[in-house]
T-cell receptor
Framework: AQKVTQAQTEISVVEKEDVTLDCVYE???????LFWYKQPPSGELVFLIR??????QNEISGRYSWNFQKSTSSFNFTITASQVVDSAVYFC????????????FGTGTRLKVLA | ETGVTQSPTHLIKTRGQQVTLRCSSQ?????VSWYQQALGQGPQFIFQ???????GRGNFPPRFSGLQFPNYSSELNVNALELDDSALYLC?????????????FGSGTRLTVV
């Protein structure tokens, strides 16, 4: 069965601190996709990144970076020099690679960045 | 290009009633998926529609049903509402064959069943 675990329910940091959000996944598929989405208080899920299972290259986008390690089935997300606007709930998701490509979401990590 | 729009934004219903939620997909997208997000949880897949037919379904009972229209907009219908149906309902659209690149989500409809 496919499963995504985000063990950190809530994290609070002070502005300008770095913070890492953990994501561990389970799947029997050899091909799959992983995503991170941000959910601000308005409710919509905002796409941050997509990674396919064959691409273990880490990625950096501005203050955001992602560390994908198949050996530990982890896809962690780091925000460098956090800002108050980063406060939101962050979801990690695993996607099928056929059919509906439906997402299996983790339970999310609520990040609070304090000024 | 317009994103995914959902209506209404909030809704309060009584247990046993029926509800219809609406979604307009992003321009150019032809699949619509619905997710239920209970408080403090991640979204759970309800079903997906493509070419006006259900294309896949999650672990939800038959009282959850949907429609997709020729303009790719969609409705989610829930009959015989239960208290546990209280949740944020999210609609997501994509272009068939491009789902692996990610879905575009709407802001959701928050349903409260009392």
């Amino acid at each position: 069965a496919q499963k995504v675990t985000q063990a950190q329910t809530e994290i609070s940091v002070v502005e300008k601190e770095d913070v890492t959000l953990d994501c561990v996944y389970e799947t029997r598929d050899t091909t799959y996709y992983l995503f991170w989405y941000k959910q601000p208080p308005s409710g919509e899920l905002v796409f941050l990144i997509r990674r396919n299972s064959f691409d273990e290259q880490n990625e950096i986008s501005g203050r955001y970076s992602w560390n994908f390690q198949k050996s530990t089935s982890s896809f962690n997300f780091t925000i460098t020099a956090s800002q108050v606007v980063d406060s939101a709930v962050y979801f990690c998701a695993l996607s099928e690679t056929s059919g509906t490509y439906k997402y299996i979401f983790g339970t999310g990590t609520r990040l609070k960045v304090l000024a | 290009e317009t994103g995914v729009t959902q209506s209404p934004t909030h809704l309060i219903k009584t247990r046993g009633q029926q509800v219809t939620l609406r979604c307009s997909s992003q321009s150019g997208h032809n699949t619509v998926s619905w997710y239920q997000q209970a408080l403090g949880q991640g979204p759970q897949f309800i079903f997906q529609y493509y070419r006006e037919e259900e294309n896949g379904r999650g672990n939800f009972p038959p009282r959850f049903s949907g429609l997709q229209f020729p303009n790719y907009s969609s409705e989610l219908n829930v009959n015989a509402l239960e208290l546990d149906d209280s949740a944020l309902y999210l609609c997501a659209s994509s272009l068939i064959g491009r789902e692996s690149y990610g879905y575009t989500f709407g802001s959701g409809t928050r349903l409260t069943v009392v």
